[in-house]
């Protein structure tokens, strides 16, 4: 779709700030407001529609696709969408260690346990941890309490979420980001430690620096998102 507006301008309400292209509303896929929850996160989207250059692109507005989830997939339902990433403690990443070579155990230890140990510390939980990949059922107390520190959440807050759990594989590390126990940069090196370290045992080819970029890029989205609440 070719650009169709020349001015982007915001409309702040009691309900939101909303986005307005030519002085029109702008409205999700699913026909309902564009409403952001906060001044910041609304400039910044306003700015990706200001960036838009002859022809639209959907991957260059990664905030505006993260809003649209939030008011259209996630707001109708947040329970439902909570418990589904809430489902990810039952086999987090950071529980399932390597047995050896010992340099990447010690790796793993470095970077998995300071985010163990901070939801330790945040949600008064224990963690069954494993060498494998077989799964090993964690305490009911703690899937328990970590369902509810996402169920809590608001439905912008869980789509900005949504991206960190599925692409790291670990809810306890997505928490951490968003409540500020860990910054974007150390989340990412450890959700992508073991990848990481295959690539530099066996090398790396094209195609899989492209995945990993893009992954990068939405992983990256999504925290600035969150921090843009």
Known sequence: MKRF?????????????????DGRAVNTPGRTPLLLPS???????????????????PRAMPLTALA?????????DPAGFARGLAAYGESDLLCYRA???????ARQAMHWDPL???????????????????????????????????ATRTAFELAGLSPLVTIGGSLVGALALLEGGVDRETLWRAVQLDEDWQAEKWG???????????????FDAAARFLALL
């Open 39 to 57: 001044a910041a996160l609304a400039e910044a989207v306003a700015q990706e529609w200001r960036d838009v250059g002859e022809m639209i692109d």
């Open 204 to 218: 790396d080819d094209e195609l899989a620096t492209a995945a990993r970029e893009s992954r990068r890029a939405e």
């Open 99 to 105: 047995d050896a070579p010992a340099e990447l155990v």
């Open 5 to 21: 507006w020349e001015e982007v301008t915001l409309a702040p309400g009691s309900n939101g700030h909303g986005l307005r292209l």
């Open 68 to 76: 649209n989830a939030a008011i259209d997939r996630v707001a109708p």
């Open 116 to 150: 163990l140990d901070w939801a330790r510390a945040r949600y008064d939980v224990h963690f069954e941890q494993v060498a494998g990949v077989m799964h090993r059922a964690q305490p009911e107390a703690t899937i328990a309490r970590l369902g509810d520190a996402v």
